[in-house]
């Protein structure tokens, strides 16, 4: 037979006669939780002021300027027009600008890529190369290339003939040349959609020269308001982190 033992149950009188009460473990001790940290709110400068955007001949900025104004109405933003030949030196007056690569001294500039246009031939609404959805450098052999002085392409490797008259200046006296039925002239798409006319049309080439469009500014002149715009053009939010 198994020997009691003679220590008193938990609960149970002990042989004096007083009831030992069971003793409970204590519950462990809950750690503190460290409290989450609330970034601070950022200070917005709601001074006003005039933010100035240049812009070359055929970019479309209207999306972000209408999300510009919504985001910072109490800054005014200023479209300045400016000339391919001449965007490098313009950056001096703004605060930054939409242009087309390559451009001059980059190193001394924050230069973010936006799109690729693709490059179009123009020509006569009457013109037999208008008969055609797309064309090909071989569908131009032999055609006449009017070249205008503001040119933004380049250097062609095309199958062409260069016009037996001058250059002409603009790219839109090129377009009024063609439209005549006198040669081609090749654009991004975008100056082919800004100097549409009736008696023109345009076609896209393909394999031929793209033209990128990009974001400007200079490095020492990064401002809040710069940021803010790169921000929108890179389709951020007005509560997204940078």
């Known amino acids: 037979m198994a020997k009691k033992s003679g220590r008193p149950a938990p609960g149970k009188r002990s042989s004096g006669g007083r009831a030992r009460p069971a003793v409970k473990k204590a519950a462990p001790a809950k750690r503190p939780q460290p409290k989450k940290k609330v970034a601070p709110a950022e200070v917005v400068d709601e001074t006003p002021r005039t933010f100035r955007l240049g812009a070359i001949p055929g970019a479309t900025p209207g999306k972000w300027i209408d999300a510009w104004k919504n985001r910072l109405p109490h800054v005014t933003l200023e ?6 030949a001449e965007e490098r030196d313009a950056l001096v007056d703004l605060d930054a600008a939409l242009v087309r690569l390559p451009i001059d001294r980059p190193d001394d500039l924050h230069v973010i890529r936006l799109y690729d246009e693709l490059p179009v031939v123009v020509a006569s609404a009457e013109s037999h190369l208008m008969a055609a959805e797309t064309l090909t450098a071989a569908d131009l052999d032999g055609e006449v290339l009017v070249t205008p002085l503001d040119d933004v392409l380049g250097p062609l490797d095309l199958p062409t003939v260069a016009p037996r008259f001058a ?3 603009t790219t839109a006296d090129a ?3 063609v439209a005549t039925g006198t040669g ?3 654009v991004p798409m975008s100056l082919a959609r800004l100097h ?7 076609r896209v080439l393909e394999g031929g ?3 990128t469009v990009a974001l400007a500014w200079p490095r020492e002149r990064t ?4 940021e803010a715009f790169v921000g929108i053009v890179r389709g951020r939010t007005a509560n ?3």
């Open 79 to 84: 479209l300045v027009p400016i000339e391919v």
């Open 167 to 169: 250059p002409v200046p």
């Open 175 to 177: 377009v009024a040349t």
């Open 184 to 186: 081609i002239v090749l």
């Open 196 to 202: 549409h006319r009736k008696d023109v049309e345009y």
């Open 209 to 211: 020269p793209t033209s």
């Open 223 to 226: 401002t809040s308001d710069v």
């Open 240 to 242: 997204s982190s940078r």
